[in-house]
């Protein structure tokens, strides 16, 4: 079936640096995507969504980036805090109530 | 205080029990899920909700059962047909279908 997937498992970065995690998906009848950060042994958490009818949205420190040629996501993390070590997810969603999850990036962040 | 609560955090039962999983939401979201997430996985769908005696069996509903009885309450039993029950359980809620979903904190289910 047509899944969200991620280029990187796991992102090492140095405290203060910036980040940036991938997610390639293939449906192209997906118009909504979510980032969700996991730390570990809790539920995912809602960090930023985007519509297919924008390329960029920002938030407080994030932004996610659309690329719709290339079914391309990311979700840039700016000034990288300890705070921000967690898996991270991107989910899309084709259909309704169908919310398909990436295999997720570890984050890890350097002191 | 808006949210999920899902209890207990973590359980312990032994193979052939059934065991009910407790979800509650006071968001008044009209949809609810059940996600099973394995370690070093992503999250699977085991059932959804999309109203009140309504509900759909996802991905990997096999040994699973549901109820939606109420709006904010949607209760998960793993039964001792699921093969392997030891996972992470995830409940999460919606406004509607096309809306984010919101997680609750997880029951780590352990059976042996």
């Known amino acids: 079936g047509e899944s969200v997937g991620l280029h990187l498992p796991t992102l090492s970065v140095q405290e203060g640096d910036n980040s940036i995690i991938n997610c390639a998906y293939s449906?192209?009848?997906?118009?909504?995507f979510i980032w969700y950060k996991q730390e570990s042994g809790k539920g995912p958490q809602f960090i930023i969504d985007i519509r297919s009818n924008m390329d960029k949205r920002q938030g407080q420190r994030v932004t996610v980036l659309l690329n719709k040629t290339v079914k391309h996501l990311s979700l840039q993390i700016a000034a990288t805090q300890p705070g921000d070590s967690a898996v991270y997810f991107c989910a899309e969603i084709p259909s309704s109530y169908k919310l398909i999850f990436g295999s997720g990036t570890r984050l890890l962040v350097r002191p | 205080d808006g949210g999920i609560t899902q209890s207990p955090k973590y359980l312990f039962r032994k193979e052939g029990q059934n065991v009910t999983l407790s979800c509650e939401q006071n968001?008044?979201?009209?949809?609810m899920y059940w996600y099973r997430q394995d370690p070093g996985q992503g999250l699977r769908l085991i059932y959804y909700?999309?109203?009140?005696?309504?509900?759909q069996k996802g991905d990997i509903a096999e040994g699973y059962s549901v109820s939606r009885e109420k709006k904010e309450s949607f209760p998960l039993t793993v039964t001792s047909a699921q093969k392997n029950p030891t996972a992470f359980y995830l409940c999460?809620?919606?406004?509607?279908?096309?809306?984010?979903?919101?997680f609750g904190p997880g029951t780590r289910l352990t059976v042996t």
């Open positions: 999460a809620s919606s406004r509607d279908g096309w809306s984010e979903q919101y």
């Open positions: 449906n192209s009848a997906s118009d909504y």
């Open positions: 968001l008044n979201h009209d949809a």
């Open positions: 909700s999309q109203i009140v005696n309504d509900f």
